[in-house]
């Protein structure tokens, strides 16, 4: 892997679909839950117009790194059918909550191994790390690449943080834990964290950003994004990149998109996803 596209691949596609999930009940920290059954979430319904559009570009640029990474995509029948078959040709990455991932995967992926599975632990829906180690199993045994999980660093868990992080990477999975960001019982976070709370949560923060990886300005850099991986919303919009200072790059779903055909200096003060850090071309 090179940059940011693992081999063979030559354009990573991140799709920000409908936030929906089959967590029952939600995870007490959730602030971007819609249940399955609401009404006003519309699920990808026009699963054809999103199966061509994608079709199409992989067959204008090679194969594609398609990213689907918020909520719950595999409680989403219509969009995992749409990745299934992209499945063929292209790399599909998801975040999961496990809970019906496998039986999704057996239904809609003809080439499991085409796709990667980023597990999130929550712990209020499993009775102990080993029945959810049971459903990573599962997916391993189809060819799924499923070697990393998130955790979220809620208050109330942090005594068993470690303990359940132990557990998990003994079954091969690289923890990545996210702070709390909310209120709580009347306090804000992660403000609130005691000292000895915080030093814990820095640890593993500094495991995947660095010391000061946070806080390091990349403005001013020049970047691939928008020429590497592109943003792409529910409506087909496409976007160079996350923070909110991107290039609007067109529309997916109309045929319109486009991408930069060079690096452009970063104008964002802050670019908090390690990922994305490895667009920037070096000094
Ligand atoms: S699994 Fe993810 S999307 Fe679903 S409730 Fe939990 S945090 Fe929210
Ligand atoms: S460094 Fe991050 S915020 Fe800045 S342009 Fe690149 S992806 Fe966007």
């Given at each position: 892997m090179s940059g940011i596209l693992p081999d063979g691949c030559r354009l990573k596609v991140h799709l920000q679909m409908p936030l929906i999930c089959n967590m029952d009940p939600p995870c007490p920290y959730c602030g971007i839950y819609r249940s399955l059954h609401s009404?006003?979430?519309?699920?990808?319904?026009?699963?054809?117009?999103?199966?061509v559009a994608l079709d199409d570009l992989s067959r204008k640029r090679g194969p594609l790194h398609?990213?689907?990474?918020?909520?719950?995509?595999?409680?989403?029948?219509?969009?995992?059918?749409?990745?299934?078959?992209?499945?063929?040709?292209?790399?599909?990455?998801?975040f999961s909550n496990m809970i019906r991932t496998a039986d999704v995967i057996r239904e809609s992926f003809g080439v499991p191994e085409?796709?990667?599975?980023?597990?999130?632990?929550?712990?209020?829906?499993w009775a102990d790390v080993a029945s959810f180690a049971e459903r990573v199993a599962d997916v391993r045994s189809m060819g799924v690449r499923c070697d990393r999980v998130f955790l979220v660093a809620f208050p109330p868990n942090i005594p068993r943080l470690q303990g359940w992080i132990g557990e998990?990477?003994?079954?091969?999975?690289?923890?990545?834990?996210?702070?709390?960001?909310?209120?709580?019982?009347?306090?804000?976070?992660?403000?609130a964290h005691t000292d000895e709370e915080w030093s814990l949560i820095s640890r593993y923060l500094a495991e995947r950003f660095g010391e000061d990886g946070f806080m390091t300005s990349r403005k001013g850099r020049l970047c691939r994004a928008g020429i590497d991986i592109v943003f792409v919303d529910t409506d087909g919009a496409v976007r160079s990149c996350p923070s909110g200072y991107a290039h609007d790059l067109?529309?997916?779903?109309?045929?319109?998109?486009?991408?930069l055909?060079?690096?452009?200096p970063c104008l964002a003060p802050h670019c908090q996803c390690p990922d994305l850090w490895r667009l920037i071309i070096s000094d």
């Open positions: 009404d006003d979430v519309p699920p990808v319904t026009d699963v054809r117009r999103w199966f398609v990213a689907c990474l918020h909520g719950e995509p595999f409680a989403d029948r219509d969009l995992m059918r749409v990745l299934g078959r992209l499945s063929e040709h292209n790399l599909i990455d998801c085409n796709l990667w599975v980023t597990a999130s632990f929550h712990p209020h829906h998990l990477v003994e079954i091969g999975l690289t923890p990545y834990v996210m702070p709390f960001t909310g209120e709580l019982s009347g306090a804000r976070y992660p403000e067109g529309n997916l779903l109309d045929g319109t998109m486009r991408t055909d060079a690096p452009r």
